[in-house]
């Protein structure tokens, strides 16, 4: 099947290349692969790159299947960006179909130490937060990121890629959690793994490219502030949510985080975990269920069912549609819509 689809793209290939040669003349090329990626990119590059996204039609990128198509594109680029392998399952397929000596590959999470990958799902609800040391922003005032690659969540070991790319996501168990971005922190220290990679792609406009990451991670302090001194006083620490893509946010801000599903947004939680899930929530006196509007309510709404819970938005940024874009709608003013979300947690 492999060498059908390589054959495949290398007809697709030698069709589109003479027109695409052309535009890429004018200037780099950047392709990355889904919303948190893209808009770092297009920050740090400004005017002097054309940086584009694949997943640009409001597709998740956990379940999202690559085309042939989708290697022309990114072969076509000087620089393809993804954030990790535990993001996008897709990319190992699609890197099998790219000429790597052409196409420089970047993952914005390269030298990070990353969350364990778990559900924290009701049966983890005590989970001991004094153990997870590090990662306190107390202090990180004026912090510099310069060289943080290897900042490291105290106690949470790193994980090897190498070997991995064969795997299989069906059924995919996250050994740590992919989703960085939604700690302001984390995301900024991703940004200078993109900032270098466009300072080695395209030396002549260094400085564009520093100055605009060095903008950048000003705008994520400030709003890593924000997050600070708008959650110190919350009183409702443990948020229910209903899929476990909020782990960096709590953990960065001292809250727990209790999932009725995992990681993986494709798994459907057992009639049990639900009846557990709703007994839960009624010894917690939890009335806020926070639900990403990317996905579907009607396992949160089973669960409130049963609670009288309200159901609260609370946005993962992993889809954000051209409309939304188009109105003006970014990274940084979804993350300040979660916070007033998360400020009504009761």
């Keep these: ?9 290398v007809a697709l290939f030698v069709a589109v290349s003479l027109p695409l040669a052309n535009i890429h003349a004018q200037g780099k090329k950047v392709v990355t692969t889904f919303y948190p990626v ?21 597709q998740g990128a956990h379940g999202y299947e690559s085309t ?3 290697a022309v594109k990114v072969q076509e680029a000087d620089l393809f960006i993804y954030l990790d392998d535990e993001m996008e399952f897709f990319v190992p397929d699609l890197l099998e179909l790219v000429d ?45 990121h310069e060289g943080e690659e290897g900042h490291d969540h105290e106690g ?14 069906e059924g995919h168990h996250h050994e740590y959690d992919p989703h960085t971005w939604l700690d302001p922190m984390t995301y900024a220290q991703q940004a200078e793994n993109v900032k270098k990679a466009f300072v080695e792609l395209d030396p ?35 948020m229910i949510v209903q899929h476990a893509a909020f782990g960096y946010l709590a953990h960065a801000y001292d809250l727990e985080q209790v999932a ?17 899930m709703q007994e839960f929530m009624k010894e917690q006196n939890s009335k806020v269920i926070f639900v990403d509007p990317a996905l579907s309510e009607n396992i949160a709404q089973t669960v409130a069912s049963a ?17 939304e874009m188009k109105a003006g709608v970014d990274y940084f003013s979804l993350m300040r819509e979660n916070l007033q979300e998360l400020l009504k947690n009761k």
Excluded: C, W
């Excluded at 099947?1 to 793209?9: G, R, S, T, Y």
């Excluded at 799902?121 to 997870?132: I, L, Q, S």
């Excluded at 949470?156 to 064969?166: A, F, K, N």
């Excluded at 406009?205 to 959650?231: C, F, G, H, M, R």
């Design 1 to 9: 099947m492999k060498k059908f689809v390589k054959a495949l793209f």
């Design 38 to 58: 893209y808009y770092l990119a297009n920050r740090i590059a400004g005017d002097k790159m054309e940086v584009s996204m694949l997943l640009d039609q409001g």
């Design 68 to 70: 042939a198509q989708d």
């Design 100 to 144: 790597q000596n052409k196409t420089k590959v970047v993952k914005t999470t390269e030298g990070m130490t990353l969350l364990a990958g778990s559900d924290h799902g009701v049966d983890e609800h005590d989970h001991d937060h004094e153990a997870e040391e590090g990662h306190d922003h107390e202090g990180e005032e004026g912090h510099d």
């Design 156 to 169: 949470e070991e790193g994980h090897d890629h190498e070997g991995e790319e064969g795997h299989d996501h």
């Design 204 to 238: 002549d406009n260094a400085a564009t490219y520093e100055d605009n990451a060095a903008k950048l991670v000003e705008e994520l302090t400030a709003l890593d502030q924000e997050y600070k001194s708008s959650l110190a006083s919350l009183e409702k620490r443990t």
């Design 260 to 276: 009725i599903t995992g990681l993986n947004t494709t798994e459907e939680p057992s009639a049990q975990v639900i009846a557990q």
């Design 307 to 323: 609670t009288d819970a309200e159901l609260l938005p609370l946005r993962t940024l992993e889809v954000i549609t051209q409309d």
